[in-house]
C-alpha cells in the first residue's frame, strides 16, 4: 500500500502551503493518520496526527499556531496545512498511516505507523 502525498513546493518565509495525502483503496476513517518531516542530515521528526474521526489531533510544539492537521473521511484525505512557513520548515513531509487499532491510537513515532508515502519535498526561503 502506497499513500500518497502531495502539495509540497518552494515558498518564501511567513507564506502558506496545504499538503494532502490519500490512500487509495482504503477506508481513512480506520486509519490514525501521521505527518513527518526529515530534513538533511537529520532524523525523522513527528509534525502532527489526527485519530480515525479527526476529534484528537496532536502537533508538534515547533508547528503549534502554525501548523493544523485535519482529515475528511468522505474524500479519504488528510491534510497538513502550514502557515507562517519559516526556512526551518524546509524538509521533505512523509504522511503516514496507522490501522493497527482502527484509528483510535494515535501514535507520535515514525515505529507507530506502518504505511508510509514517499515524501513531498517543502522548501522556505528567507
Known amino acids: 500500500v502506497q499513500l500518497q502525498a502531495s502539495g509540497g513546493g518552494l515558498v518564501q518565509a511567513g507564506d502558506s502551503l496545504r499538503l494532502s495525502c490519500s490512500i487509495p483503496g482504503h477506508d481513512l476513517s480506520k486509519y490514525a493518520m501521521g505527518w513527518f518531516r526529515q530534513a538533511p542530515g537529520k532524523e525523522r521528526e513527528f509534525v502532527a496526527a489526527?485519530?480515525?474521526?479527526?476529534?484528537?489531533?496532536y502537533v508538534a510544539d515547533s508547528v503549534k499556531g502554525r501548523f493544523i492537521i485535519s482529515k475528511d473521511n468522505a474524500k479519504n484525505t488528510v491534510y497538513l496545512s502550514m502557515n507562517r512557513l519559516k526556512p526551518e520548515d524546509t524538509a521533505v513531509y512523509y504522511c503516514a498511516g496507522d490501522g493497527s487499532t482502527s484509528g483510535i491510537e494515535v501514535g507520535r513515532k515514525p515505529r507507530d505507523f506502518g504505511l508510509w508515502g514517499r515524501g513531498t519535498q517543502v522548501t522556505v526561503s528567507s
Open positions: 489526527i485519530n480515525w474521526s479527526g476529534g484528537d489531533t
